[in-house]
């Protein structure tokens, strides 16, 4: 099984057990109807599609795992007998039933003999134990967290995350870059400190006389030391602002290449995805998933990151040091720690599911977006400016009031990080004080001291804005691995196929298709396309002629039966082997914003100016072309938007023929054409078919009457009758009936 796409509140699924299953499907169905949190669930055994509805509170990772466990018990059927839970060593554990609780206790009774009984210092002590505790038990119970995701992502499957932390997987083959960056954020904090220590000095010197520490150096006068402290204070000035200035440019750097490397690996991977899988998104979701959120995994490393590891560097540092030389206001320096530690991990979990709803309502306002403005011309047709100009806001405003959600919660978080630093501040200024004046401290130690809390409860007020950009960022990572969960094309095992020794014929034997909960567009098709004939496949709407074209470019592979090219298998024929030896026209052919030239000759790159010429003359584009005033150098737009609909079809037919592939398919590619340039393109078309396989699908019968072969197809996709034109006319069935309405000749 495998995740086919997985957003807020909802998840498709591929179950092989439950396909051409139908009890399999409805026992999976209900027992996940019955999971608390799931809101509906459906099993298809004609496609094996899973889809489970589910309140968006409910983490996607809990989701896939429940999904997960339910088709364990279906596959293990009603013999499935109960795994008992891996036994713990009853020893081992009474005994930490009996040590934890005298611990605690016995660390209990101490600390209330020491706090009623001990000296100030004890006391503070005490105080800076409980601080540290406190931040312990904080950082366990994240690393908890993070340990119970990690395994359900690893529970959800390979698809769905990494056994790894998402940022190491983030990173992945630039961690060198990362040493280098995160060296140089070390070496640049200590910088820093080193400068907040000179001052401190410095102020020392200015109202002491003297800083005991450059006595010991030979600076034994004040003018001494402050001629030196200028100095040490302007080479780590220099330092700071060089180190400083590298760091962010490794970190800027790193944050590019990760996005470059994420950006280039997943659009690879959309661009092998399956047909249906890459049909079955949203565009624009697709897209944002492409840009937005690659560019928010580097933008976390570009900016917050360095902010991560400063800060880490400077408590590693501080805390040391103040419990060397000043223990007695250690505890309050770093009292707000933990509490802000247990105030960000809080506002992490809480906001998790505010940021997915956002991405999704901000996706749904992008995909409606885009559709709009390339329906320009049908919403002014029937006058629905304002009609979609209120569907706009109303989505806007969804995704505004998620945004003012998310950023109320920042806002929130950010203020309560900054009143207690700003807390701790003045409650450093006031015990520390308290201690110089009584005798218990000496200002010498606390003036250099002073300044550096500040300076890491000040970079502790970026901390809200650090783990908001973190979790967007693991939001983002959700999502491109949503994407890059999606399954690509399988390759065929078979040997390599030589478009030059292709001779075309083509057997569709008893094949079978349907799309995801239809009926079957094809049931037991059985047709022979001979090599080097032109073949025409006509009928009714749905009767699926576009199907066998999907089937033959393996844009789908049939359920059941074959299809045959050559008398092999094209399932197991190479993809892009298949495809090269097939040239293919669709129904509505996509033109790229560029030059006609650079369209024409999109996928044979090395063809000549020449040759582009001549497909585009046969394809009746030329004349058209060379009244242009660039010519074939003119600039067409997104998707052709500058050309007509027969001058876009004519485009795409020339592409085709300069392909020169031994097998042409060309669904209705001449419908948006007129009569007369129908019938030019016939006649050229007639030279160009000769030694080829031409399949042409078509609604207009004017396009097929001087086929080789005509089959007509029916509902369902059976052939109703087949023959050559004028056979078909003889027989006075379906296709005689469509020629009547369409020409308005009776058959003889």
Known sequence: MSPRSVIPGRQRWDVKLVLGRPRAAALLAASLRRVPGITEAQASPITGGVLVRHDTRVRAADIGRIVRRAVLLVAEGPTRTARPAPAQPAPRADRALVVRPVLAVGGGVAAGIALIRGSALSRQLMAL????????????????RTVDATRDRAEAGPEAGAERHPLVEIVGPHRRRLYRAAA???????????????????????????AAPLVSLGL?????????????????????????????????????????????????????????HLEGERTSRVAGALTDDVGQLGTFFATSASD???????????VPVFLLLAPQIAWIAFLPIPVIAWLSLHYQEKVAADYAVTGERRARLHSQLINTLEAGATVKSFCTEDYEADRIDELSQAAQESNRQTDRSTIRHAETVRACTTASMAGTLLIGGRAVLNGSLRFEVFSPLIGLPQMVLLRMNRL?????????????????????????????TGEPLDAGKVQGEIVLDEVTFSYPGRPPALEGLSLTIPAGRTTALVGATGSGKTTIAKLLMRFQDAEFGAVLLDGRDVRDLPRRDLRGAIGFVAQDPFLFDGSIADNIRYGSFAASDQAV??????????????TLPDGYDTLIGERGAALSGGQRQRIALARAILKNAPVVILDEATSAVDNETEAAIQRTLRGFAADRTMVIIAHRLSTVRHADRIYVMDKGGVVAEQGTHDELLAQHGLYASLWQLQAGELAA
């Open 184 to 210: 140089l954020s070390v070496a640049c904090q200590i910088s820093e400190m080193a400068l907040g220590t000179f001052l401190g000095w410095t102020a020392l010197v200015l109202i002491k006389g003297e």
């Open 464 to 492: 809200g804005g650090i783990v908001d950009q973190y979790q967007r960022t693991l939001a983002a990572y959700d999502r491109v691995q949503r994407l890059r969960a999606l399954p690509v094309e399988a390759e065929g």
């Open 613 to 626: 010429v001549e497909a585009a003359t046969m394809a009746e584009a030329h004349t058209f072309i060379a």
């Open 220 to 276: 034994t006068t004040a003018s001494a030391q402050l001629w030196g402290l200028a100095g040490l204070v302007g080479v780590a000035c220099a330092a700071v602002a060089g180190l400083s200035y590298t760091s962010n440019l490794q970190w800027r750097r790193l944050g590019q290449d990760v996005e470059h490397d994420w950006r280039g690996r997943t659009y690879a991977h959309v661009q092998h995805l399956e047909l249906r």
């Open 129 to 144: 134990g409980g601080v540290a505790a406190a931040t312990a038990t904080v950082v366990r119970q994240a690393w908890r």
């Open 308 to 318: 991560v590891l400063q800060l880490g560097t400077s408590l590693a540092i501080l």
